[in-house]
């Protein structure tokens, strides 16, 4: 049995010493053309996936790079507007502490505008001086030291956005609205009814 071949097909013991081929071809010919076909699409194929990934890896920085420039323009605008909020609200408590506002609201109203003014401010001189990765870390951070403040402050930041876009769409009708015909009224003219 060890010099015959089996009825699968695979090679006998003979085939194996003999560097045979079921069949009777050869190894060292007929093998090798296999073998180097094979080798060469594994080749074709790994090129093709290095080629890809690289592809992938600097489409991604493109779009990594054109993402961060837009959020340092966006920051920018951010904290320009929160010191000009900042600015107001400074305002409001100046006003509240002037001479002819001598009560105890006026007082502690103005007391808490300028502790506002100044964490609005604090804020903004924040995202003056902080660069978008640096803030992406700083979240992170609180997110793990706060999870339940973090996840809480998403919630929240969804339902606005949420009604946000929801406001923004019902003026979008197609159709005009018509107010409903009044009780007892059919295309403005009275119905009775018996009773």
């Known amino acids: 049995m060890a010099n015959m071949k089996q009825a699968d097909g695979k090679w006998t013991e003979a085939e194996k010493a003999?560097?045979?081929?079921?069949?009777?071809?050869?190894?060292?010919a007929g093998g090798a053309d296999?073998?180097?076909?094979?080798?060469?699409?594994?080749?074709?194929a790994r090129s093709i996936y290095d080629q890809a990934k690289e592809t992938a890896g600097?489409?991604?920085?493109?779009?990594?790079d054109k993402a961060t420039t837009k959020l340092e323009e966006t920051k920018t605008d951010i904290s320009g507007g929160l010191a000009s909020v900042a600015g107001s609200?400074?305002?409001?408590?100046?006003?509240l502490r002037g001479p002819e506002m001598q009560d105890h609201i006026?007082?502690?109203?103005a007391r808490y505008s300028e502790l506002a003014a100044k964490k609005i401010e604090?804020?903004?001189?924040?995202l003056e001086r902080t660069n978008v990765r640096e803030m992406y870390t700083d979240l992170e951070n609180f997110a793990r030291r706060n999870p339940a403040v973090y996840i809480g402050g998403a919630f929240a930041l969804g339902l606005?956005?949420?009604?946000?876009?929801?406001?923004?769409?019902?003026?979008?009708?197609?159709?005009p609205a018509t107010p409903p015909a009044p009780r007892g009224h059919i295309?403005?003219?009275?119905?009775i009814s018996p009773v």
């Open 18 to 28: 003999g560097n045979q081929r079921p069949g009777g071809g050869s190894t060292a």
């Open 34 to 44: 296999k073998g180097s076909s094979v080798g060469t699409g594994t080749a074709a």
């Open 58 to 64: 600097q489409a991604y920085e493109v779009a990594a």
């Open 89 to 95: 609200v400074r305002q409001v408590s100046d006003n």
């Open 106 to 109: 006026s007082q502690f109203t």
């Open 122 to 126: 604090n804020a903004a001189g924040y």
């Open 160 to 175: 606005i956005a949420a009604r946000f876009l929801k406001s923004g769409t019902e003026g979008l009708s197609d159709q």
């Open 187 to 191: 295309d403005g003219q009275a119905v």
